[in-house]
């Protein structure tokens, strides 16, 4: 079969058309392309924007929630300082009349007494005196053993913070709205008074056998 120069110019017409459809192809990928980059923008920037502004909800939150706890610790020591003095002010004024039941006669009543030495201090919560005796009461909201231990340190270095006192006989005694299981009993085996709370007065718990410990220098 012979090709005629129509033929040539039918194919070269084709071929031409075949490239144009091509490179209409290839432009519409490529626009898809760049939509397809450009939603992808559009969503990593709406992405970042989100998350930035989450974090920023949870910063405030945190400091929102850091200002509260700042602010309940406050409260709380507060209560706690209240709670103390409360409780030091039930104890001090029923000693007078609990020790007196126990022939320790009381002829003074001090609260919050404190001496400083070498550096060091030495707080007493009340101090019941008279002209024989001394007796030291540390006064929790809630007694510990270690409160007991923490009392008992203070008994063998009172002496040399009050040495005035050192001709008197030294009594120590704990008092406490609440008592944590068995530091009442190791108290009374360190020959310590115990004080808590019965309905509304103060009561001494240890048994008319009691004999309280009288505390030297170490």
Known sequence: MTTTA????????????????TERCFQETERRFQETERVLKE????????FQETERILKEQSLKTDRQITRLSQEIGNLGGKWGRFVEN??????????????IPVHQVSQRVKKRLDGKTLEIDVLVTNE???????????????????????????????????????????????IEEGADKYAYRQGLFVLAQRGENVAILNDTEFQPKTWYNP
């Open 43 to 50: 969503q990593s920037l709406e992405t970042e924007r989100r």
């Open 132 to 178: 024989n005796h001394v007796l030291v009461v540390e006064v929790k909201s809630s007694l510990s053993v270690d409160d007991v231990k923490e009392l008992i340190k203070n008994l063998t270095e009172f002496r040399q913070f009050f040495p005035e006192y050192n001709h008197k006989q030294l009594y120590g005694a704990v008092a406490g709205i609440e």
């Open 6 to 21: 129509d033929d040539v110019w039918r194919l070269l017409a084709e071929l031409v058309e075949a490239q144009k459809e």
């Open 90 to 103: 039930m104890v001090a004024p029923a000693c007078e009349t609990l020790f007196l039941n126990r022939q």
